[in-house]
């Protein structure tokens, strides 16, 4: 958190080497989001991404760091999806945001079914959004810290820092956390093997 | 590492590897371009004429209101910190020209700060290290000073540890409340007060009579009616619920089991009681490692007995541990 507020400062005061760390830490790790939620359209995922951090950087004397700074960030992503989602027809045809309610989501849910050719495809993508949907239902800070350590590939150290724990309450609550996502699972009927290309 | 934790590990990371997905190396460019274009209007400095001015302009009126404000700044000493909290609450000092913020965890509250708490929200207040005050949703309080808090809507649980001097009056439209080391909550309603007591004993004084409630027992008064109502209340009622919520810290690395049971009674009202066959002596000094940081009690003691081989289930106001058998949960 505290890591977060600086360079929320440092972004305010125009500094450009954070704007590069920003980009750098944000950018890939927003496309994920999106594209999980997108069904894997990387132009739209793209799109996402950027428009959240341009729309970032002007609500930036906003951010309170109640919540991390990706957090909030998630949640300008999600608003940017569901914006993307109900733009376009073609987007709605093929996509279902996560976050999507009422009639944008029951349109989408609506669509004819797609060919041989696009089934397979479906296939992965909607194994990638099930993944993506059980990790962000896990209570508290448990997706966020999976993701770290899993996607992003960081070492315990790392994300003990970035939470703000001790490394060893950051490993207790990673083993809780991937207790937590194997529950999931289970609860929806699943195993990790059912996810598996 | 035993073998379910690193199965959970291979299987984590076999899953979450499939969403390690890149953008393009030509799409992040253009993102960059683009997020840098943005950073620069943003940092593009306003003209000369219009900086001078404005900047006379602040200078005037930020030492207008810094002369106004002064007086209600000093006054407001530091009364609680908030220790935990879910959902929105707004908070409002009564300085001049208060504006509403929302409050986060680990922010300190000012004398005579208003405090709303918002549908599905509530807070966990510490006044001092005796004593504790947790707020429900929808609840409108404000807080007077270490030893008064306005409970002018809502509800409020109160935390006084028994013997401490950490005494307290919850002022309500329908009358006041104090206690002597105690656990009990306050509901504020429409021309009506509820005191329910889980530990100890709570007086209410209205402008017509004074009733104590005892442990265990609850008491509402009416505006409209002479007499209050009286009946009797379990630790684990219901109306007790919300507090679990908002489960004060407790650092689990280097404590005992014993410790930690303690802890989990006085957040539950709920009394943990070994089953036959466990040795409790030995079990109570158990050394405890790990973090139970963001557990409810419930999680934190599965999470807590599991680590020592033991189980527990329910049996009415009691929580029964005993010895963890294959396959149980």
Redesign the interface.
Known sequence: MEQDRLLVQQLLAGDQVALRRFFDEYFDRLYRFAYARLRGDAALAEDAAQNTLVRALRGLPGFRGDAGLFSWLATICRNEIADLVEKSARIAAHTVSLDAEGSVRDAAQAVAAPDSAGDKALVGAERLRTIRQVLDELPGRYGEMLELKYIEEWDVERIAQRVGLSFEAAQSQLQRARLAFRSALEARGLSAQDLLP | MNAS?EN??R??????????????AA??E???A???E??QV??APLPRRYVARWAAAAGIALAIIAGWMWNGVQSAPLVARVEALDGVIESRDDSLFSRAS?L??GSTIAAGTDLQVHEGAGVLLRISPDLTVRLAENTHARINGVDELELSQGQAFIDATPGAHAPLRVITPSGEVTHLGTQYQVRAGDHEVEVAVREGRAQLKTADLTAVAEAGHWLLHRDAVAAPLMGEIAADDVRFEWIGTLPTGFKL?GSTLAAFLAWFHRETGLIPVYSDGIEAGRFAQVQL???I???EPFEALS?VLATADLAWHREGAKVVIEKRLAGNG
Do not use: C
């Not at chain 2, 299987?11 to 393009?24: C, D, S």
């Open positions: 934790i959970d590990d299987a984590a990371a076999a899953l979450l590897k499939q969403l390690k997905v890149m953008p393009l799409a992040r253009r993102a960059f683009r997020v840098q943005e950073f943003q940092n929302q986060a965890t690395e490692k790990g973090s940081d963001d557990l999470y």
